[in-house]
Structures are given as C-alpha cells and as structure tokens.
C-alpha cells in the first residue's frame, strides 16, 4: 500500500471516529510530532538501564496498569 493509499485509509477511519478521548490522543501526537527533517535519537545503555530500574521499582510498587486496563480505558 502506498503512502497516499495509507493516508486516505487512515482520514476515512478517522472521520468514523465517535470517540473524543482518542481524536484528543491522535491531535497530542500530531502536536509532539517529530519534524520530518528531525532524527530520532537513540539512549545510551546507562540511560537505558536507568529506565528499565524505573520500570522495575514502579511494577514492585504497584505503579502500573494492566493490559485489560489500558485495553478498557481505550475502548
């Protein structure tokens, strides 16, 4: 499919959206977009491991949410 095809695709399924939580959610990443000339920048393995220490400490405190959850939430 090419990237036109894709983006007709995706504006029919978004004009069908009901939803107000997921068009606000489509419009915060339209607006934190990345500008196509910018490039992602990879981390560092200290900052990696930073994060997956995080990641670790908030699951062992019960920071998190379950997939049903996020799954609920979005639905």
């Known amino acids: 499919m090419t ?3 894709r983006k ?3 504006v029919r ?3 069908n959206l009901q939803n107000e ?3 606000s959610m489509l419009e915060n ?3 934190n977009k990345i500008s196509e000339n910018q490039e992602l920048k990879g981390m560092t393995k200290e ?3 930073k994060r997956i220490d995080q990641a670790e ?3 062992k405190n019960g920071q998190f949410k379950s997939s049903d959850e996020l799954l609920e939430k979005y639905q």
């Open 3 to 5: 990237l036109e095809a």
């Open 8 to 10: 007709i695709k995706f």
């Open 13 to 15: 399924e978004f004009l």
């Open 21 to 23: 939580e997921i068009i």
């Open 29 to 31: 990443i339209l607006a």
């Open 47 to 49: 900052e990696l491991h």
């Open 57 to 59: 400490n908030d699951f």
